[in-house]
């Protein structure tokens, strides 16, 4: 059952929520009768009345007064607890973001996904909003309004899950938004992907895994001596920065012969310098402020498409049963002259399987393509039940070398939504994230069945 909620100049005083008579009747409620509406984490009061307006479906009014304000039509999944009277609405999720300086979320170019979650979200009964770390406790929040094409600003319930899409590292780390996450999780809201990975950490985790550990890179904390020892046993590797991402912070160094070769990523653009000496790299990496902050990863010699840098994306969620799904796959292409297969440096997306079969025989590009899947599953896995963040989704970036051999390049805990092959229909990582949140709202409702109590919850 779905009820339509918004809010009304032509209600006074409390929320008033209108049913048909069989309604009422089904779930033995009076005339005038005052239930409860647990919306979210949010508890408010409401008047029943047995009248179903003209448009003919159930609606909960909220005055234009009261603490809760709806910006647009919202339409939720209902359910009844006649024991308690008390009527649950949801699932109610909620994207935590950036910030600009008039307190507007910044959406950038993940519009067209926040678009499609409040479009499949409402469509299949649930609340769904934009909100900031400044935002969140005064339950203030963005509503998407087809009709305007905009977000508008309204009052929130708590969300029953929040999504940290906080882009800004700086602002991830900071002191405040930890403590805010960490308040948020104390009052049972779902918080996933409480921060970044960072690329240390990650090789950590995995590197404690037996079936893993045959798929890494060998890969070290950055020191000068590690540096040097490395060279004279792999003589090409990359220099990474623990938090960079799209390509930014990326070295390349190679030695031959007394020549060392550092190439760098820079605003899109291939940078090469050759030194004579390892005295002279060091000295060049260290106005490049490379330090322990860095890894030093051995360059495992990938497969390209036309000469260009080659690897596989593939998106995995966290789903209903708390177990791990691969919801898509894609082949990401550089950009000419790139050593990154970055989209946003201006690569393209492919099917990996098309991909892998012009280099392998069709079997033998599914045999590669089916245990590129397994591993990038055992890698969510393995850091889901081993890291101290929560996670809800990972974009795990793998590259496969000449003998069919995968790599695990890179997990990422804020996967760019540009990784996506369009098609028109809602991307899966859309669908997924909606049936995960609906999943946690009827635990946390046959929780209050059985006990009564409105904290108890998954």
Not at 320 to 330: G, M
Request: with cysteine; charged share 25%; aromatic share 10%.
């Amino acid at each position: 059952m779905f009820i339509t909620c918004s809010t009304s100049n032509s209600i006074t005083g409390q929320p008033v929520l209108f049913v048909s008579e069989n309604t009422a009747q089904d779930w033995r409620w009076a005339a005038h009768q005052e239930i409860f509406v647990v919306m979210g984490l949010s508890r408010y009061k409401a008047k029943v009345v047995p009248e179903v307006p003209e448009h003919g479906r159930n609606e909960l009014l909220f005055p234009e007064n009261h603490s809760l304000q709806l910006r647009g039509l919202q339409r939720l999944t209902a359910h009844f607890s006649p024991k308690e009277k008390t009527l649950f609405l949801g699932p109610v999720i909620a994207v935590l973001t950036d910030t600009d300086s008039p307190g507007r979320p910044s959406i950038g170019q993940l519009g067209p996904y926040y678009e499609e979650l409040y479009q499949y979200t409402i469509r299949h009964g649930g609340l769904f909003f934009l909100t900031g770390a400044s935002l969140i406790d005064q339950q203030r929040g963005f509503y998407w309004n087809e009709e305007k094409g905009e977000w508008l600003e309204g009052s929130i319930p708590l969300p029953d899950i929040l999504y940290n899409r906080i882009h800004s590292r700086k602002s991830d780390r900071s002191e405040s938004v930890r403590q805010l996450i960490t308040r948020l999780e104390a009052q049972d809201i779902f918080v996933f992907n409480t921060s970044y990975l960072t690329k240390d950490s990650v090789n950590e985790l995995l590197s404690g895994e037996d079936y893993i550990l045959e798929y890494l890179p060998h890969t070290e904390t950055f020191t000068l001596s590690s540096l040097r020892r490395l060279l004279g046993k792999h003589n090409d590797l990359f220099i990474k920065h623990i938090a960079g991402s799209q390509g930014k912070k990326l070295l390349r160094l190679a030695y031959l012969e007394n020549d060392y070769r550092l190439i760098q990523n820079i605003g899109g653009e291939t940078l090469q310098k050759s030194f004579s000496s390892f005295k002279e790299t060091a000295e060049e990496l260290s106005k490049l402020k490379v330090s322990s902050h860095f890894i030093i990863q051995e360059t495992i010699e990938l497969l390209t498409s036309e000469d260009r840098a080659l690897d596989f994306r593939f998106l995995c969620h966290l789903v209903d049963n708390r177990k791990w799904k691969l919801v898509s796959s894609v082949a990401r292409i550089s950009g000419q002259d790139q050593f990154v297969s970055n989209i946003a440096q201006g690569g393209d997306l492919a099917k990996p399987l098309k991909v892998l079969s012009t280099i392998f025989s069709r079997s033998e590009a599914v045999r590669i393509y089916r245990l590129m899947e397994e591993l990038s599953l055992a890698v969510c896995i393995r850091l889901a039940e081993n890291s101290t963040l929560t996670l809800g989704e990972l974009g795990v970036d793998l590259g496969v070398d000449k003998s069919g051999k995968p790599w695990v390049i890179e997990v990422n805990s804020k996967p760019s939504k540009q990784t996506y092959v369009e098609t028109g229909a809602i991307r899966p990582s859309v669908k997924t994230l909606y049936h995960l949140s609906k999943s946690i709202w009827e635990e946390r409702r046959a929780s209050y069945d059985q006990t009564g109590n409105f904290d108890a919850g998954a």
